[in-house]
């Protein structure tokens, strides 16, 4: 029998791991969801891999650098690590909507590239976004667990929750839909 893959958890960033305020690229504006180092403790709790797969068309409207995204990032990364959660990586697509890539959320250019990089089992891993496109994402990646976070009218998503913070609760009362 083969052996599986990990589990992952990929995760967008804007409106997930922070406060969406539009196109934020700094460290002074940047700001953690309530409730996201609980809910990542979860999964990194279950063995998860975590993976953030984030569009940031900011960098090719000429809104910030790439090197303003890093930096941010590395910010970003270290924090977390200080709550005791490690990110495997993080993938991002710097393209505009129009642009013809691979690689902006729905396409699947950005979870290609981890599992060229990572044996995932994505039958047993989850997908937390609060777009649609995340969830298409999920879909188009066969990413087989979705979890939707906010106001926004999403369809196909496993669960849809208004807030981090309810997805949170529900998961610690609801632990055994994790597999471990």
Known sequence: MQERGAKALFLDRDGIINVDHG???????FEFTEGLFELLRIFVAKGYLLFVVTNQSG???????ED?????????????KKEGIEVTSVQFCPHEPQKKCTCRKPKRGMVDKI???????????WLIGDKQ??????????????????????EK??????????????LEENQAIIKS
């Open 68 to 80: 303003d995204f890093q930096t941010l990032t590395k910010w970003m990364l270290d924090r977390l």
């Open 133 to 154: 496109s995340d969830i298409d994402l999920a879909l188009n990646s066969d990413i087989a667990n979705t979890i939707g976070i906010g106001k926004r009218t999403i």
């Open 157 to 170: 998503a496993t669960h849809t929750f208004k807030t981090i913070l309810e997805c949170k609760l529900f």
């Open 59 to 65: 960098i090719e409207r000429g809104y910030y650098s």
């Open 23 to 29: 196109y934020v690229y700094e460290i002074d504006k």
């Open 115 to 125: 599992l060229s990089q990572h044996r995932i089992d994505l039958a047993n891993s």
